[in-house]
């Protein structure tokens, strides 16, 4: 029996979750069908993958059942995929995104068998660290994922992996071109096409507030969330070149290595410079329509400490100040989504202020911030902390389990009631990381 902070999560507890996740995560996992060669994922368990391809509006807006494969829930579902004995998943959702690029490197982030949903949005920035993380999980090719190593002392069959890897280098330099193209600005930072691309669907930090007083308008054009250089996309970004950078080195790309290197340090020199609030000691996005920045704690703010691109006095004070705070971030059923200190934030089922939103972000408590932050804890030293969130998270799940017999997207950042989407796996399988974390 483990006990954090006054919250117990008992062995049968955590035996239960992950008796849930080896049953169900399978049923998530596709076979190729349509306009997806590879195997394919979706983010509710036990659905008809596609069933309303032709339908005007998705099921995700109506009842909260996912039928389609969507880019970072593809992504982070696949890489603990492994854990309930499902292998190889990450290559093929990185090479069914991969095998949709267009000539000038625009990938769906939205698709299914027979559509593409949210056309004109761009797969989100996490297809590299996939692939590298599929390197990790594979004994042979540690040396590869690694800092340091030796291609000459490959076996024979690793360097037939590492071929394989190789194909995929030019597409993944395509498609991160993509960005440099279409979301660059002039102060060297990225912005999202719009809150929707981000899939932070009502993400305070780009419907800035006195965006949200406009409630019902359902222009998106008239939000300023397309002109926000969001601190997620870069520090997302600046992690996509790193991981480039490192298979490009592996596979003898001198030239990609060095221009993706650049990239990531140039990135994160200008999120350094331009989105540090020193006030709220958390990275904050900068809104180009009126050079101001826009001081609000949401946990995408948190970005460039999860992906371990902060620098160390940062790191360590969005920590203290932010994370392990219980004025902000930490709420007794594990990280909120949105700070509770922010005026707006608030623990609705759907999210609020003027679109089709399909779910919330702006407080209640998600599986995949909790388990990036966990992982961040770990790399920074704070053990006992990471434990203390995990306990929260999976005490979370395990009584929304045992109450509705299924998880949920997300749940109540004070209360842990399950708020919206039953029968949602994606990432909520990361919550494996945080059982063998207590384990």
Sequence with gaps: MTKENGQTVSGTQLRKLKDFFQQHAPKCVHKPEGMLPYRYTTPSYGVVAGADDKAAVAERSTTGHYLQMYDWDACFFSQ????????????DVVANFLSLK????????????????????????????????????????????GAEHDTGSLSGEDRKELATFSAYLSDLDCYLGYFKRQRLSKWG??????????????????????????????????????????????SYLAGEFAALARMAEACGNKALEEACRMQTRALREAIEEHLWHEELALYCGYNTADNTIIALRSWTGLTPVIMGIAGEERAHRVIRENILNQDHFLRPAGLASHAVSEPLANQQRRGLYGRAIVSNWQGPVWVLPNALVVRALLKYGYQKEAQEIAARVLNTLSKGLQETGTLHENYNAETGAPLWAPNFMSWNILALELVELLE
Aim: charged share 25%; aromatic share 4%.
């Design 80 to 91: 603990a995929s492994h854990r309930v004995g499902i292998e190889g998943l990450q290559r």
């Design 102 to 145: 267009q000539a000038d490197g625009q990938i769906p982030r939205t698709v299914s068998p027979g559509r593409v949903w949210d056309a004109g949005d761009q797969c989100k920035p996490f297809l590299a660290t996939t692939l590298l993380s599929s390197l990790k999980n594979q004994g042979g090719l540690k040396a590869v994922a």
């Design 189 to 234: 930072l990225y912005h999202w096409r719009n809150v929707l691309e981000s899939g932070v669907d009502d993400n305070l930090a780009l419907i800035a507030p006195r965006e949200a007083a406009k409630d019902e308008d359902a222009s998106m054009a008239r939000f300023d969330d397309g002109r926000i250089l969001a601190v997620d996309i870069n």
